[in-house]
């Protein structure tokens, strides 16, 4: 009974706190869950966090990290009941975002993936590896294709 409560209470902070219309409110939400979130950063109030209510800590938002809309944090790779899950690897890993980063809209990142100090993500790009620091990349996977103001 009390591992219900405690689901459902995890559950109701990320549901109603993490897409809350005002921020302090999401970004409040986020530390409940037991995920770190740096000063003065910003996300969506759509934000997607792949089981957020049942893995929480494993995601790391460094200072002033700007999310866009749309965006799609995945921290499990599970298949569910479906048969291929024999066939592939279950990741329940850590997102890190460094300071500074910029998801542009629709952005989806991958678990086991950092993204580093001022890095940019263009718009509906889906991360599946790491960013170099100050690197703009963009893509299915993303790609890196300049530093931040070339
Ligand atoms: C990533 C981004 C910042 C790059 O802007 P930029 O530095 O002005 O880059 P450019 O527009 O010159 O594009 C450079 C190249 O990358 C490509 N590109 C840019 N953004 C892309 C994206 N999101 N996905 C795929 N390719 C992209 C361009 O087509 C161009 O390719 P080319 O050299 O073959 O012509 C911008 O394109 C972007 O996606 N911004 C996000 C905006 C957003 O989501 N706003 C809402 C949330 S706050």
């Known amino acids: 009974m009390g591992h219900l409560l405690t689901r459902i209470k995890y559950c109701l902070i990320y549901k109603v706190g993490v897409h ?4 302090r409110v999401r970004v409040w939400a986020l530390r409940a869950l037991g995920y770190e979130v740096g000063e003065g950063t910003y996300f969506a ?3 997607v966090i792949t089981l957020a209510y049942a893995n929480r800590g ?7 990290v ?7 944090l995945v921290l499990t790779a599970h298949a569910n009941n479906s048969k291929v899950k024999q066939q592939l690897t279950e990741k329940e ?8 980063v910029w998801l542009g809209a629709g952005v989806i990142v991958l678990p ?19 960013v170099p620091a100050h690197c703009v990349a963009v893509g ?11």
């Not at 809350?20 to 921020?23: A, G």
């Not at 299915?140 to 300049?146: D, E, F, G, T």
């Open 20 to 23: 809350f219309p005002d921020r």
């Open 45 to 47: 109030d759509d934000l």
């Open 58 to 64: 494993r995601l790391r938002l460094g200072r002033r």
């Open 66 to 72: 700007a999310i866009g809309p749309g965006c799609i």
């Open 93 to 100: 890993r850590w997102i890190t975002i460094e300071d500074d």
């Open 112 to 130: 086991e993936v950092t993204i580093g100090e001022g890095a940019v993500i263009g718009a509906g790009s889906v991360v599946t590896k790491d």
């Open 140 to 150: 299915n996977p993303a790609r890196v294709i300049k530093k931040v103001g070339e």
